[in-house]
């Protein structure tokens, strides 16, 4: 990716054209994609491609371009021939709530790429990749699983609140468990690319039986932010609310009696009182600050001595 030779005519989109998300399987056989169509899915997709920039920028050290490739159904075989016998990151990430697992899987050479570059270097790769990973490049790939986990959780906040552990990575697909030939998966793929360089892929694959609850929200046809409020409104809404009126008062003393002096009180009676220096000025059952009481054109007035922070309530 780093070293890869510019190729300004270069599609950045995959060469190969892929099949669309089937929507029927073949005759006698059972259907790999029971939703339709995954327009949320999709969505979720785009939003985690751009959080990707934020996670191999500082590892390229360079900007990156990411995006997010229409995703597609295929049959666990289908999908692991189509990858070849190269060196490649097999990455399990354990889905809680519940015990099914998605598949981040990454090429060999970039991830020897980006060890290279973390270790000083200029992301060269050797000509001959090597048949398995060195414990660094295992933890390399653990490293990336642990960055993608957050953002990936977040782009399924809207739908669903799903955790993702990164667990032992495996060069030889066969050895994952719980995944046979003939399980449907999703694969979702993003595109990784910086300057006139070769692009690069990840690939973040999920079992249809694991997302099977969700069906109904993967299937909208409509997810994202909620639309902005007219400026006009929020002018008229802030105006108005400014123009609410609270009540201010000031506890000036609160003497303290007896239960016999109290119930021997007579109109005439005087019960003396002391005023501090400042005293509590009080909006509605919310403290202001406090003040000290004095006159003003006439007028008895308190003087605000000292005011508490209004927002102090919600610093919790």
């Keep these: 990716m780093v070293n890869a030779p510019p190729d300004t005519t270069m599609r950045e989109r995959r060469e190969r054209d892929r099949p669309q998300a089937a929507h029927s399987g ?6 790999l994609n029971p939703f339709g169509d995954l327009h949320t899915l999709q969505h979720l997709s785009a939003r985690f491609a751009r959080t990707l920039r ?12 990411s995006w997010a490739e229409p995703l597609v159904v295929q049959r666990f075989a289908d999908y692991r021939a189509e990858r070849g016998d190269g060196l490649i990151a097999w990455l399990p990430m354990v889905m809680t709530p519940g015990a099914a697992q998605a598949l981040c899987v990454m090429d060999g050479r970039f ?15 050797p000509p001959v990749l090597p048949a398995e990973f060195s414990p660094a490049g295992e933890a390399m790939i653990a490293r990336i699983g642990q960055l993608i986990a957050t953002p990936l959780k977040t782009a399924w906040e809207p739908m669903a609140r799903f955790e993702f552990q990164p667990t032992r990575v495996e060069v030889n697909p066969a050895m994952i468990a719980e995944l046979d030939g003939e399980d449907a998966m999703i694969v979702t793929r993003f595109g990784l690319a910086t300057g006139a360089g070769k692009p690069v892929f990840l690939d973040l694959v999920y079992p249809v039986t694991a997302l099977k609850p969700h069906a109904p929200s993967l299937t909208t046809k409509v997810l994202g932010k909620t639309a902005e409020p007219d400026p006009a409104w929020r002018n008229e809404l802030t105006r108005a609310a400014m123009n609410i009126r609270f009540p201010i008062r000031s506890v000036l003393a609160e003497p303290v009696v007896s239960l016999q002096m109290l119930m021997d009180l007579k109109p005439g009676d005087v019960i003396p009182i002391t005023i501090s220096g400042d005293v509590p000025v009080m909006v509605g059952n919310d403290r202001l600050g406090c ?20 927002d102090e309530g919600f610093a919790a």
Excluded at 54 to 65: N, W
Excluded at 111 to 125: C, H, P, Q, R, S
């Design 111 to 125: 991830i020897l790429e980006l060890l290279d570059l973390f270790f000083g270097g200029t992301g060269a790769v």
């Design 54 to 65: 934020g996670v191999f920028e500082p590892m390229l050290r360079q900007e990156v371009r």
């Design 291 to 310: 003040g000290t009481v004095g006159t003003s054109n006439g007028f008895a007035a308190i003087q605000l001595t000292s005011i508490t922070r209004i």
């Design 26 to 31: 073949m005759l006698g056989s059972a259907k």
